[in-house]
């Protein structure tokens, strides 16, 4: 886990060629590669799982159904938590509010941070110092420690959280598009729209934006997995919108103390959340490999 | 911008000196503006319940009252002065309360960054040398899952194997009593510096892989193996120094991370560091803690930057030129 440096890596090298390649055909020639199918079926897993899990749930997730920290059997398939809840019935219920906090967050920074990213590579002045040095500054912070002051002063909420998230995804989200998009920039069907009057928002959407979508779908798909890091770790450090909701992060914390007498509680969530960052790191992987695959391939053409 | 380039490496150093200082000098606004600033620090630290007294005597001792510009300035004086403030939750000045933990947390960084750097070298151009085969392939794709898992997702799976479950070889808690030092308690290091080396390690390894192959294709390496200079020679002395350009860039970067991801690994093993006392300060809303330790992780992350700048273009002779 770690923020900004995978997606610079990523896409070093990457010359732009045209046309440029669609995100759909990209994704559809990334699946070729087994790391992308196997991220891919891990993710969708995870995810029919936090979406749906709650219909499966045997229990509530917060009755009590046993002893508490009762080994498996009875009532209770996985066994039962530090409160004598249900562990499996918990773990069903504990994907949605992270993934869903992640994917919202994820998007807004992706929005903010491409939007500002395009701006400063097309200005070609002052615009892009203040915006990217702007940017240093929100990146001078590791990304959970902005999230744990934000929570400190506001309150540990659903959008503090989101915000904080959005925040600093948005400068690293920003750097890459705007690296990507510098070299655009100089092309000369850029000069050529100019010249048409094309007014420059459609410049920025119209022009620059489809020429940069591979290198901003291998970052989405990075930035995505450092969301569910973040917002994992914060609910394991007892910051979370609902402290007595179940939340894979949240369980691991509350159950880690009985490991060696119920390890259920804090194995089931772990592996999951293991699968599902793997998921979208592999995903982000085969994209990234496709991606430059065809570069190669266009370079020596 | 012209003032922004010329002067050769010394200009240049000194312009990276003076951006470092305006970055942390927009920093400390930022942390102070954000936790003073925002809502009401008085009524979060004490809580809906709060008697209207306790709130004025909580009020003067943050010194509220007076305008904001007067409070941070204040604030940073202070902290230019290594007054970092009175901690709400040990009523004690700040720089008592976290010297002992800095130490500790420093000791843990400096660790896991020795371990894990030459071990990501070593990794990142041994896979190099063996492009697309078994270890290449094997340690690519290991690196990638590593890589992918939050920490705090790692240090619990060591936890689970190697302390608690299926082997009982390591303490699973790591605390560090007052008094001692953490090199007093060897055993207790493994398990965080571990987790931290996981953390960062699939990094420094991809890079130095990537950066290593550009080398190993580029003519001045053919050129010394054509001169016919030993093959040790050739990496070691040709093909090694200049691979290691960008990778100084992503290892600053990674232990500038490691500022940031002890607060978790420490909370997991119960460390006694400065990261274990941020968990703690946030939950207490301890906000003169908070403030300190975010500007004290905040100046890490900007100086370990500052300082891969200044090697990248000390150890890359080509990129001077850009000057």
């Known amino acids: 886990m770690n923020p900004g440096t995978g997606g610079a890596v990523a896409t070093a090298g990457l010359e732009l060629a045209t046309p440029p390649v669609k995100p759909s055909s990209l994704f559809r020639r990334s699946l070729r590669l087994w790391r992308t199918r196997i991220g891919v079926a891990l993710v969708l897993i995870l995810v029919l799982l936090a979406i749906f899990g709650p219909y499966l749930a045997p229990h509530s997730p917060d009755a009590f159904i046993g002893a508490p920290n009762s080994s498996p059997g009875g009532k209770a398939v996985l066994g039962t938590d530090y409160l004598g809840q249900d562990v499996l019935s918990r773990f069903l219920y504990g994907g949605r509010s992270i993934l869903f906090m992640a994917i919202i967050a994820t998007g807004i920074g992706l929005i903010a941070g491409v939007a500002i990213g395009l701006i400063a590579a097309y200005s070609r002045n002052a615009v ?23 929570v400190t002063v506001i309150g540990a909420h659903a959008w503090v959280i989101v915000a904080a998230i959005a925040l600093t995804t948005a400068p690293r989200v920003a750097r890459v598009t705007r690296g990507t998009a510098q070299p655009v ?16 928002w459609r410049i ?7 020429n940069i979508l591979g290198p901003l779908m291998v970052e989405s798909s990075l930035r995505l997995t450092y969301s569910i890091g973040v917002i994992a770790a914060l609910a394991f450090l007892g910051l979370s919108p609902n402290p007595n909701s179940a939340n894979w992060g949240t369980m691991i914390n509350e159950n880690e103390i009985a490991l060696s007498v119920q390890p259920w509680g804090v194995v089931i969530p772990v592996i999951a959340l293991a699968a599902l960052t793997m998921g979208t790191g592999l995903m982000g992987d085969g994209i990234a490999r496709t991606a430059a695959g065809i570069d190669r391939a266009r370079g020596e053409e | 911008m012209n003032w922004l380039r010329g002067g050769g490496i010394a200009g240049f150093i000194v312009r990276r000196l003076l951006l470092a200082v305006v970055v942390l000098f927009l920093v400390s606004v930022l942390v102070f503006a954000s936790t003073q600033a925002l809502g009401n620090p008085a009524r979060a630290i004490l809580g809906r319940n709060a008697t209207p007294a306790s709130l ?13 510009v007067t409070q941070y300035w204040d604030w940073l004086k202070g902290l230019l002065h290594g007054n970092l403030g009175i901690s709400l939750a040990a009523q004690q000045p700040v720089t008592k309360v976290i010297s002992a933990r800095l130490v500790n947390s420093a000791a843990l960084v400096v660790l896991s960054g020795a371990i894990s750097i030459p071990l990501s070298i070593a990794i990142g151009s041994w896979a190099a040398l063996r492009r697309e085969k078994l270890f290449d392939t094997a340690s690519s794709t290991l690196l990638l899952v590593l890589a992918a898992l939050p920490e705090f ?6 936890v689970i194997l190697l302390s608690t479950t299926v082997f009982h070889w390591l303490p699973a808690i790591s605390p560090i009593p007052p008094g001692s030092r953490p090199w007093d308690h060897g055993k207790a290091l493994i398990l965080p510096t571990a987790t931290l080396v996981i953390a960062v390690a699939p990094y420094v390894a991809r890079v130095m892989r990537a950066s290593m192959i550009e080398v190993l294709e580029s003519d001045y390496v053919e050129m010394a193996r054509l ?9 070691i002395r040709h093909a090694l120094p200049n691979a290691l ?23 997991v093993f119960n460390y006694t560091g400065i990261g ?23 100046a890490v992350y900007v100086v370990l930057n500052l300082l891969a700048d200044v090697a990248t273009i000390l150890v890359t002779p080509r990129l001077r030129t850009r000057l």
């Open chain 1, 128 to 150: 892009d110092d203040v915006l990217m040095r702007g940017m240093d500054v929100i990146m001078a912070f590791p990304q959970i420690m902005l999230a744990l002051v934000a």
């Open chain 1, 185 to 200: 920039v100089e092309r000369d069907f850029v000069a050529a729209t100019e010249a048409m009057g094309v007014p420059r």
């Open chain 1, 204 to 210: 920025l959407t119209g022009e620059l934006l489809p």
């Open chain 2, 56 to 68: 004025a005597a909580l009020s003067a001792q943050l010194h509220l009252g007076q305008p904001f």
């Open chain 2, 153 to 158: 997702v790692v240090a619990v799976v060591l």
């Open chain 2, 227 to 235: 001169k016919g200079l030993p093959e040790r020679t050739v990496l």
């Open chain 2, 245 to 267: 350009g960008p990778v100084f860039q992503v290892i600053a970067i990674n232990l500038a991370y490691l500022a940031g991801g002890i607060v978790v690994v420490e909370y």
């Open chain 2, 276 to 298: 274990s006392a941020l968990q703690d300060a946030v939950i207490n809303h301890d906000i003169p803690l908070v403030q300190a330790l975010a500007m004290i992780i905040a």
